[in-house]
C-alpha cells in the first residue's frame, strides 16, 4: 500500500510538471530549464526512495541513507545515546548513518578477542568506507533512473529520459565537485553531539565497550520485566504476607545514571506491584549539566507522585528539572511533605562530584553526617516521627538513629540493610545498573529496586520486595521478600 501510494504521488507529480510547462514554456531556453527542473526533481524522488543500503560496520548493522539538505553534513545516530554530527563538506546533499542493530555474535568474537578489540578503529573504518562508496553508487543509479523515468512520463518521449538522465549526470557531478572541493577532514575532529554523547569526550572516550554492548543490554529487559510481572505473581501468594487492599506501596529507586532504560524498568514495576507512589534517594544523572535534564522528563509518564532528593551527581538545574514535572516532589531538608497519608522528609547531598571543590576533599564525610544532623534535627520538630527519612549517602543516616524508624538511602550501587538501634536503614542498589559505567567490568551492575508495604492504619513498615534484575548477558530476575523483623523469602 506505501508503495502505490509512492508511485501515485509521483504520478501526480509528473502530470503537474507536464501541466506547468505546456502553459510556460515554449523557446528553447524555456525548454532545458524545464529539462533541468524534471531532471532535478526526478534525481530528488529517486534519492529519496533509492538512496540507502545496510552495511556491516565493526559489530553493528548500519543503514546509510543520502537525502537534500540546506548544508553538507553526516550525522551518525548511536541508538539509544545520542547523534554525532560532522560538518566535514559543503553541498546540498546529507549522509545519515544509522547503527540499527547489533549483531551480537560478532560482538562476542570482539570482546573475547583482545587483538580484534585493538583492531576495531581500523577495521570500522574500512567498513564506513566501504559501505560509503556503495552508497555513493546506489545514489548515482537511482537518481538518473529518477531524473530519467520522471522525464518520459511528463514528456512523453525516450529521447527526453535520456536527456533528462543525462542532465542529472551533470547536476551529481556539481554537486560531487562541491562536495570534494570544501572538503576538511579537520573537522572530522569537532562534532556536534546531542542526547548522552553531549557530554563527549567524557563518554566518547568509553564508546567502543559502551555502544557495542548496550543495545544487547536494553533488548534483555524486555524480557527480565516480564519475569518481574511472572515472578510478582508467584510473591503475592506467599503465606508469610499478604499485602491488604489498603496497605500503601512504595516504590524505592534510586541512582538511575542516565540509564535509558531505567524508567521503562520503573514504569513496568510500578504498574505490576500497584505501588502508590514512588522514591527516589538521588543521581538520576551523571554530570549534572543543563542538556541531562530532559531526562527528567521522563518523571511525568510514570503518572505517579515522585519525590526526589539530589545526589552527589545531580545539579541544581537537576532538580530544577523535576521540579518542574507535574507529579514530582524536591526535598531540600526544611520541611516534611504528605503523601498518602505517609510523612516524609529528606535532603540533598552536600556535594556535587563534577564539582572538584566539593567533590572529595578532607570536610566530605562530617559535610555528609551533618546533612543528617539537619534531618534529625528537621525530626525532633515534627510532632510525630516522620514515616520516611530520605538521604542519598548512608553515611548521613547515622545522627538519625533513634530519631527516626526508616531511613532510604542510595549511593552504593549495592543493596544493604542494617539497624541503627530502633532505626531500620535500606540502602537500595542502583536503578540505573550504574548507569553507562555499569557496562564496562566483566560482570555488568544489575538494576535494583524495591517495594515497600507499610500499614495504612499504623504508617508502619511490614515487608519489602527487593526486586534485582540481571545485567548484560544475564536472564535472571530475583524478587526477595523480607518481613519486618523476619527472615527473607526469595523466589527465583
Same mark, same amino acid.
Given at each position: 500500500? &506505501?508503495?502505490?501510494?509512492?508511485?501515485?504521488?509521483?504520478?501526480?507529480?509528473?502530470?503537474?510538471?507536464?501541466?506547468?510547462? @505546456?502553459?510556460?514554456?515554449?523557446? @528553447?531556453?524555456?525548454?532545458?530549464?524545464?529539462?533541468?527542473?524534471?531532471?532535478?526533481?526526478?534525481?530528488?524522488?529517486?534519492?529519496?526512495?533509492?538512496?540507502?543500503?545496510?552495511?556491516?560496520?565493526?559489530?553493528?548493522?548500519? @543503514?546509510?541513507?543520502?537525502?537534500?539538505?540546506?548544508?553538507?553534513?553526516?550525522?551518525?545516530?548511536?541508538?539509544?545515546?545520542?547523534?554525532?554530527?560532522?560538518?566535514?563538506?559543503?553541498?546540498?546533499?546529507? #549522509?545519515? #548513518?544509522?547503527?540499527?542493530?547489533?549483531? %551480537?555474535?560478532?560482538?562476542?568474537?570482539?570482546?573475547?578477542?583482545?587483538?580484534?578489540?585493538?583492531?576495531?578503529?581500523?577495521?570500522?573504518?574500512? =567498513?564506513?568506507?566501504?559501505?560509503?562508496? @556503495?552508497?555513493?553508487?546506489?545514489?548515482?543509479?537511482?537518481?538518473?533512473?529518477?531524473?530519467?523515468?520522471?522525464?518520459?512520463?511528463?514528456?512523453?518521449?525516450?529521447?527526453?529520459?535520456?536527456?533528462?538522465? $543525462?542532465?542529472?549526470?551533470?547536476?551529481?557531478?556539481?554537486?560531487?565537485?562541491?562536495?570534494?572541493?570544501?572538503?576538511? !577532514?579537520?573537522?572530522?575532529?569537532?562534532?556536534?553531539?546531542?542526547?548522552?554523547?553531549?557530554?563527549?569526550?567524557?563518554?566518547?572516550? =568509553?564508546?567502543?565497550?559502551?555502544?557495542?554492548?548496550? =543495545?544487547?543490554?536494553?533488548?534483555?529487559?524486555? $524480557?527480565?520485566?516480564?519475569?518481574?510481572?511472572?515472578?510478582?505473581?508467584?510473591?503475592?501468594?506467599?503465606?508469610?504476607?499478604? &499485602?491488604?487492599?489498603?496497605?500503601?506501596?512504595?516504590?524505592?529507586?534510586? =541512582?538511575?545514571?542516565?540509564?535509558?532504560?531505567?524508567?521503562?524498568? #520503573?514504569?513496568?514495576?510500578?504498574? %505490576?506491584?500497584?505501588?502508590?507512589?514512588?522514591?527516589?534517594?538521588?543521581?538520576?544523572?551523571?554530570?549534572?549539566? &543543563?542538556?541531562?535534564?530532559?531526562?527528567?522528563?521522563?518523571?511525568?509518564?510514570?503518572?505517579?507522585?515522585?519525590?526526589?532528593?539530589?545526589?552527589?551527581?545531580?545539579?541544581?538545574?537537576?532538580?530544577?528539572?523535576?521540579?518542574?514535572?507535574?507529579?514530582?516532589?524536591?526535598?531540600?531538608?526544611?520541611?516534611?511533605?504528605?503523601?498518602? $497519608?505517609?510523612?516524609? #522528609?529528606?535532603?540533598?547531598?552536600?556535594?556535587?562530584?563534577?564539582?572538584?571543590?566539593?567533590?572529595?576533599?578532607?570536610?566530605?564525610?562530617?559535610?555528609?553526617?551533618?546533612?543528617?544532623?539537619?534531618?534529625?534535627?528537621?525530626?525532633?520538630?515534627?510532632?510525630?516521627?516522620?514515616?520516611?527519612?530520605?538521604?542519598?549517602?548512608?553515611?548521613?543516616?547515622? !545522627?538519625?538513629?533513634?530519631?527516626?524508624?526508616?531511613?532510604?538511602?542510595?549511593?552504593?550501587?549495592?543493596?544493604?540493610?542494617?539497624?541503627?538501634?530502633?532505626?531500620?536503614?535500606?540502602?537500595?542498589?542502583?536503578?540505573?545498573?550504574?548507569?553507562?559505567?555499569?557496562?564496562?567490568?566483566?560482570?555488568?551492575?544489575?538494576?535494583?529496586?524495591?517495594?515497600?508495604?507499610?500499614?495504612?492504619?499504623?504508617?508502619?513498615?511490614?515487608?519489602?520486595?527487593?526486586?534485582?534484575?540481571?545485567?548484560?548477558?544475564?536472564?535472571?530476575?530475583?524478587? %526477595?521478600?523480607?518481613?519486618?523483623?523476619?527472615? &527473607?523469602?526469595?523466589?527465583?
Amino acid at each position: 500500500m &506505501p508503495q502505490r501510494a509512492t508511485t501515485s504521488r509521483v504520478v501526480d507529480t509528473a502530470i503537474s510538471i507536464r501541466r506547468w510547462l @505546456r502553459a510556460h514554456v515554449s523557446n @528553447r531556453l524555456g525548454r532545458w530549464s524545464g529539462r533541468i527542473v524534471v531532471a532535478l526533481v526526478g534525481a530528488l524522488l529517486g534519492l529519496l526512495l533509492g538512496a540507502n543500503v545496510t552495511h556491516d560496520v565493526g559489530p553493528f548493522q548500519a @543503514r546509510l541513507s543520502l537525502s537534500p539538505t540546506t548544508e553538507g553534513a553526516a550525522v551518525v545516530q548511536v541508538p539509544p545515546l545520542g547523534t554525532l554530527t560532522l560538518h566535514a563538506y559543503d553541498g546540498p546533499i546529507g #549522509i545519515r #548513518i544509522n547503527l540499527t542493530q547489533l549483531r %551480537q555474535a560478532e560482538a562476542q568474537r570482539l570482546l573475547s578477542d583482545p587483538a580484534r578489540l585493538a583492531g576495531i578503529g581500523d577495521q570500522a573504518a574500512a =567498513d564506513v568506507k566501504a559501505a560509503l562508496v @556503495r552508497l555513493v553508487i546506489v545514489s548515482v543509479v537511482v537518481a538518473i533512473l529518477g531524473a530519467a523515468v520522471l522525464g518520459l512520463v511528463v514528456f512523453r518521449r525516450r529521447r527526453e529520459a535520456f536527456v533528462a538522465g $543525462g542532465v542529472a549526470v551533470v547536476l551529481l557531478a556539481c554537486v560531487g565537485g562541491t562536495a570534494a572541493a570544501t572538503w576538511d !577532514p579537520e573537522k572530522l575532529t569537532e562534532p556536534t553531539y546531542t542526547g548522552l554523547l553531549a557530554n563527549a569526550p567524557a563518554v566518547v572516550g =568509553d564508546a567502543r565497550n559502551i555502544v557495542s554492548r548496550f =543495545d544487547v543490554y536494553r533488548e534483555e529487559l524486555a $524480557g527480565l520485566i516480564t519475569n518481574v510481572s511472572r515472578l510478582y505473581t508467584a510473591v503475592s501468594t506467599l503465606p508469610t504476607f499478604a &499485602p491488604a487492599s489498603s496497605t500503601i506501596r512504595v516504590l524505592h529507586v534510586s =541512582d538511575l545514571h542516565l540509564n535509558p532504560a531505567a524508567f521503562k524498568v #520503573i514504569a513496568s514495576v510500578a504498574k %505490576q506491584f500497584k505501588v502508590n507512589f514512588i522514591v527516589d534517594t538521588g543521581d538520576l544523572v551523571e554530570w549534572g549539566s &543543563p542538556p541531562e535534564a530532559r531526562y527528567a522528563g521522563q518523571i511525568a509518564g510514570l503518572h505517579l507522585p515522585y519525590v526526589f532528593i539530589r545526589g552527589n551527581h545531580d545539579s541544581a538545574s537537576t532538580a530544577a528539572a523535576v521540579a518542574g514535572q507535574p507529579n514530582a516532589i524536591v526535598l531540600n531538608g526544611t520541611k516534611p511533605v504528605t503523601v498518602d $497519608g505517609l510523612s516524609i #522528609i529528606g535532603t540533598r547531598d552536600p556535594r556535587f562530584t563534577p564539582d572538584k571543590v566539593t567533590r572529595d576533599d578532607t570536610a566530605s564525610a562530617e559535610k555528609v553526617q551533618s546533612a543528617g544532623r539537619q534531618l534529625a534535627a528537621l525530626a525532633e520538630r515534627m510532632r510525630a516521627p516522620p514515616d520516611i527519612t530520605m538521604v542519598h549517602d548512608p553515611l548521613s543516616a547515622l !545522627p538519625l538513629k533513634d530519631k527516626v524508624p526508616l531511613v532510604l538511602a542510595g549511593h552504593l550501587h549495592k543493596r544493604v540493610a542494617e539497624r541503627l538501634g530502633r532505626t531500620l536503614v535500606l540502602v537500595e542498589g542502583s536503578t540505573g545498573g550504574a548507569g553507562l559505567r555499569g557496562l564496562q567490568g566483566e560482570k555488568p551492575t544489575p538494576l535494583e529496586c524495591s517495594v515497600l508495604y507499610f500499614d495504612a492504619a499504623t504508617h508502619k513498615l511490614q515487608a519489602h520486595d527487593d526486586i534485582t534484575l540481571g545485567g548484560l548477558g544475564e536472564t535472571e530476575a530475583t524478587i %526477595q521478600r523480607h518481613l519486618v523483623g523476619g527472615e &527473607p523469602q526469595a523466589t527465583h
